[in-house]
């Protein structure tokens, strides 16, 4: 896409060209269900009406709407935007199948870093307190590492949940 926009436009300062081609970027995700020749139709006849009634932001392209080599530029940089989105579209499964394995991912790597700690003050109040409060017998937590700790307190609380 940027690779067009060096090619397109030659006659427009820098600024210019960028609001076009945002707008022109803008139109095509707006309506993705239009075909190219759909959008370059609906741009130029938007852009003669708003030009008619003085009420363009585009008014440095009022000399040149009816030029055909102005037409077959923006039809050539919908094209591109077109492609862009369709492939965009066609990658949001695949991004978020990536997502998702790399929240299990962290979730995994973070289960692994709760294996080798010791628990924590915390944990071993809270295991401490639950078992007092439901009259369990206390288990010999002394070697336990912070994730067996966390899935103690855990089945604790599943089993006292479903009593």
């Known amino acids: 896409m940027y690779q ?3 090619r397109i436009f030659l006659e427009l300062s820098k600024t210019q060209k960028s609001s076009l081609c945002s707008f ?3 139109l095509v995700k707006n309506f993705s269900d239009k075909s190219v020749d759909e959008l ?11 030009l008619e009634i003085n009420s363009s932001r ?6 040149m ?36 394995y790399d929240k299990q991912k962290r979730k ?3 289960e692994v870093k709760m294996s080798k700690e010791n628990p924590t003050k915390r944990q071993l109040s809270y295991y401490n307190s639950l078992c007092k409060r439901y009259n369990l017998d206390k288990k010999d937590v002394e070697n336990f590492s912070k994730l067996e700790m966390r899935d103690l307190i ?10």
């Open 4 to 6: 067009i926009k060096n």
């Open 24 to 26: 022109l970027r803008s």
């Open 40 to 50: 370059l139709e609906k741009f130029i006849d938007d852009e003669k009406y708003y």
């Open 58 to 63: 585009f008014q440095f392209i009022e000399n």
């Open 65 to 100: 709407i009816d030029d055909d080599s102005f037409r077959k530029d923006v039809k050539l940089f919908l094209e591109v935007c077109k492609k862009y989105y369709d492939y965009q579209k066609a990658q949001e499964p695949l991004k978020l199948a990536q997502k998702e």
């Open 108 to 110: 995994f790597l973070q």
């Open 154 to 163: 855990q089945e604790i609380l599943d089993e006292q949940k479903d009593n």
